[in-house]
């Protein structure tokens, strides 16, 4: 089912008496296509919540509309839309078992939506099965590991054949292991449904790994949009820029001077025709290239070889990160009794942002 934002807004009131409204998102237009794994990005309070909550109906929106497929849904109540809905903390019920947790969305269902016991089983070992449970049915959630617990509200949120399928920080109370686990999961789950889903995380990695298309937002705004690999390619902003990339990307204080991009006294891109001014320099770690006469001149910190990569740490007075993190191939030798470090940059790593409206 295709999803349609319209000029979504949400405001909510102050909490003082003199506090203006607090606008959790503006102006929200996107379509997500019928199928679709899209990753909403974005660091705490950027609204990624509200959003996933307008779409479901928790959450009415101040003004804009919100079609599913060529309907408008913007004033349907959250049952009346399709969509399963996973949250951060399962929300399972703990008295009921695993069997009856999935059930248990089916038994409100009325009139022709209504089912027969045997069809609400069946339905229910379908779900377990998409998610691999089918052995813990007869448990309660208290004997359930973390990934298990979230497979199974998985599967209670798949059980009523959803159209759009919301999940809201799913794997944040998981370990690092069983979240990389979970995550290729919910990707094959996603990929075996064809359902179109919504993964709300703050974790960059998350959504770049699974997602088909990202949207990154900031403070109410989404700042871009695109395949995970075109918006790490190219970044519109600093802010896009620094949220995608581990190790962050490495951003210098620089300017544009007699078409060259420089950093400090080095010139490390032609620019040519653009006019002189201050600028922001983002180089992401794997730009570096280790090169005796190179341009960039930085006090050599450490190297850390890590198997198939060599991380150089360094440093440049004009650097705004403390540390210049650079990853480089370990076949490179590098001179670790040196006190510099000398760097040419690859022109496709290297982002120029303006110095006023970043
Ligand atoms: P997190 O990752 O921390 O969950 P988020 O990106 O999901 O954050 P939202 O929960 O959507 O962000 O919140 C966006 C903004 O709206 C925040 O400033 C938040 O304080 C505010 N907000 C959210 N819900 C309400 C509410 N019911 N009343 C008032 N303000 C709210």
Redesign the pocket.
Known sequence: MKIQLEDLTKS??G?GRNSSR?T??KDFNFEIPDGELIGLL????????????MICGLEKPTSGKIFFGDKDVTALPPEKRGVGMVFQNYALYPHLTVRQNIIFPLQNLKGKDKLSRAEMEKRAMDAAALVQIQELMERKPGELSGGQQQRVAIARALVKLPHVLLL??PLSNLDARLRLQTREEIRKIQRATKITTVF?T?DQEEAMSISDRIVV?KA?VVQQTGKPQEVYDDPVNLFVAKFLGTPPINVFQGKIKNGKVCIGDAAVLDAPGQKDRDVFVGIRPEGFLLKEDGPLICQLGGVEVMGRDISIVSNHEASLNPNIRSIISAETKVDTSSEIVRFAVKPSKLFVFDGSSE
């Open positions: 909510f009131p909490r607090v959790a998102v974005g660091p705490s309070g950027c609204g990624k919540s509200t959003t996933l909550n809201d920080e709300v703050h937002m109410g």
